[in-house]
Structures are given as structure tokens and as C-alpha cells.
């Protein structure tokens, strides 16, 4: 049966692990200059319904670094959908390519892609979640901390797609994860449960918690993403009244004495979530974690598509 990868909880831990340690040797294994393609002639056809840097070069040069091959179809182009209906594109796009990568606004379109692909789909970030930015983001704190169990990550802002992945993924390997969101502005209570669940079998923990001051306190690693989402741009006004108090600034970080290092999955509003200060400072693994798009979606294309 064909595999997608949709959302990190339909991934199991011992097989998110193995992604995790399937980027760090492709990582290595190119730095070191080995560049066996292992992936041949393989195609991806990359759907977008919004605009992307990160998601979109990643994949398409992760497929060139394998030996493949990656078609970029943009917003207006295949107006997934609409021109025609996504089991039509799902069934079609099935017949070129052997993946599809669909970044969307509603979850239930790459559900629905996925439904009706005959090849692999892989979510490249919904209003649901984002896996591929869970995977960089584990990677990252897994390269640096040399561990993700016991590794207290607090997330500041939004409570939205990106934390919904980071929540999932980080309390399935055993993280402590703690979510610092205004009232209102919090991640879905399902994702939550699940991601409790999940916490109980690893050893991790997941803390909901309103103070961004109480909830730096223990932190290793923190975390924070754009108020505003893609698809919300209409509530751009409001949200920069209700979120500066979760800006990360030098400020909160002298709150948090064993913070280590800062994650943004990025693009960054600076002067908004986070300050120039630690965007740019010592403790910031931006740049890191944007550079493991490419490590970990290559592990996530050699998983679902090595034969
Ligand atoms: N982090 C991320 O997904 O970036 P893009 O929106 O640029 O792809
Ligand atoms: N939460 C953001 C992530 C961008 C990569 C959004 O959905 O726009």
C-alpha cells in the first residue's frame, strides 16, 4: 500500500526516529561530498496554493540532489480545486509523477489528494499542520542537543499549524513541550489530546499555559512562528494587538536561564514575533533549521519512495 505523509501522528515514533536519523547521514553523506542519486529518474509534482521560499526550493532542489526531478505547479496554474476537482488533479498528476507534494489551505484537500493519488502525497503545510517543518525542526534540536527525550521546548504565539506538528512530533519522542498562547489563540484541543497521549508512551510532556514569562522559565529551546498565518491576513490588525507580549526578545530570554537556542520555522516578521537581536544573536539556530528543510524532506522522499 502506498504511504503518505500527511501528519506526524499517523507517523510512528520509531519510524519519525528513523527519518531523523536518515536526514543526519543524507546530510553528512552530501557534505562529505557522496552523492550517490538515490532516487533516479523519480519525479515529484510540487502543488501550491501559497506562496512559499522555504518548501518550494527545498524540494525541488532535495529532488535534483537525489537524482530526480521536481515540477513546480504555482496557485494560478492548476487552481487545485476549482479548474477541475482535486480527485481529477489527484488521478492525473498520478499518471506523471511519482509523489505529490501539495501545500493548501484547507487540511481535507491534501486529505482528499491523498484519498485519491495512486502515489505518494506529502503535506507541504496545511491550516492543519506542517510535518515537513516538524521533521527540520527535530533535526535541529536533535544536531544541536545531541537529544530530543527530556529536552524542554517552549513555543511562543499562534497556536497554529506549526505548533500543531511541533506538539505532535515533539511529545512522540519525548520532549517536554509547552505552549505559551493568548486566550483565544490557542492549538485545537485535538491536537492537544493526541499529542498528550503520545507524551504519556514516551516520557514527554505537554503543558498549555498562558504567561510567556512562566513559560520560559524551564526552557531549553524556544520557539515561535508569524501571528498572522497565510490565509488570516484579514485579522493582521487585531493579532498585532493581542500577541506582543509573546515576542521573543532579549527581554524574555534573560527570563530563561537554560535556553540554548531559538527556532523560527520562518519567514520571520522581525519586530513582530522576534527581534532582530536574536534573530541574529548567539543563541540562533534559524538559518540551521531552514538549511534541514533539505536534509529532512530528502529523508522523507528516500523513505516513501525507495524501493
Ligand atoms: N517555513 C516554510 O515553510 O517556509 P516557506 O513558506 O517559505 O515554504
Ligand atoms: N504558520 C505559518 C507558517 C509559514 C511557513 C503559515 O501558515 O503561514
Given amino acids: 500500500m502506498k504511504r503518505d505523509f500527511i501528519a506526524l501522528e499517523h507517523t510512528r515514533p520509531a519510524e519519525l526516529r528513523s527519518l531523523l536519523d536518515l536526514a543526519i547521514s543524507l546530510k553528512a553523506d552530501w557534505k562529505a561530498g557522496h552523492r550517490d542519486p538515490l532516487l533516479p529518474g523519480r519525479t515529484l509534482a510540487m502543488v501550491f496554493q501559497k506562496p512559499s521560499l522555504r518548501t518550494r526550493t527545498s524540494f525541488d532542489i532535495g529532488m535534483y540532489q537525489l537524482g530526480g526531478h521536481a515540477v513546480y505547479l504555482s496557485p494560478d496554474e492548476i487552481?487545485?480545486?476549482h479548474r477541475e476537482s482535486i480527485a481529477d488533479a489527484a488521478r492525473v498528476l498520478s499518471r506523471y509523477s511519482d509523489a505529490i507534494m501539495a501545500r493548501v489551505f484547507a487540511h481535507s484537500d491534501v486529505v482528499d489528494l491523498a484519498r485519491y493519488a495512486s502515489v505518494p502525497v506529502i503535506n507541504g503545510?496545511?491550516?492543519y499542520d506542517h510535518p515537513c517543518q516538524g521533521v527540520a525542526d527535530l533535526l535541529t534540536i536533535l544536531e544541536k542537543l545531541g537529544q530530543l527525550k527530556g529536552v524542554h521546548l517552549t513555543y511562543l504565539g499562534d497556536g497554529n499549524n506549526?505548533?500543531?506538528?511541533?506538539?505532535?512530533g515533539g511529545a512522540m519522542l519525548g520532549?517536554?513541550?509547552t505552549a505559551a498562547t493568548p486566550d483565544g489563540y490557542g492549538p485545537l484541543p485535538g491536537v492537544v489530546q493526541i499529542a498528550s497521549a503520545l507524551a504519556?508512551?514516551?516520557g514527554g510532556s505537554?503543558?498549555?499555559i498562558a504567561d510567556p514569562v512562566k513559560a520560559v522559565a524551564d526552557a531549553d529551546v524556544l520557539y515561535t512562528d508569524t501571528w498572522t498565518s497565510m490565509g488570516q491576513e484579514?485579522?493582521?490588525a487585531v493579532r498585532r494587538q493581542v500577541f506582543p507580549p509573546y515576542q521573543i526578545n532579549e527581554e524574555l530570554i534573560s527570563q530563561a536561564p537554560s535556553v540554548q537556542g531559538v527556532l523560527h520555522c520562518l519567514p520571520a516578521h522581525r519586530g513582530e514575533e522576534i527581534t532582530d537581536a536574536v534573530a541574529d544573536g548567539e543563541r540562533s539556530w534559524l538559518f540551521d533549521q531552514?538549511?534541514?528543510r533539505l536534509h529532512g524532506q530528502k529523508a522523507i522522499l528516500v523513505h516513501l519512495l525507495k524501493e
Wanted: proline share 0%; charged share 25%; glycine share 4%.
Fill in 234 to 236: 484579514d485579522e493582521a
Fill in 206 to 208: 505537554v503543558r498549555l
Fill in 200 to 202: 504519556d508512551d514516551s
Fill in 125 to 127: 503545510l496545511s491550516d
Fill in 175 to 177: 520532549m517536554h513541550v
Fill in 290 to 292: 531552514a538549511e534541514n
Fill in 162 to 168: 506549526v505548533l500543531h506538528s511541533l506538539l505532535i
Fill in 79 to 81: 487552481q487545485l480545486g
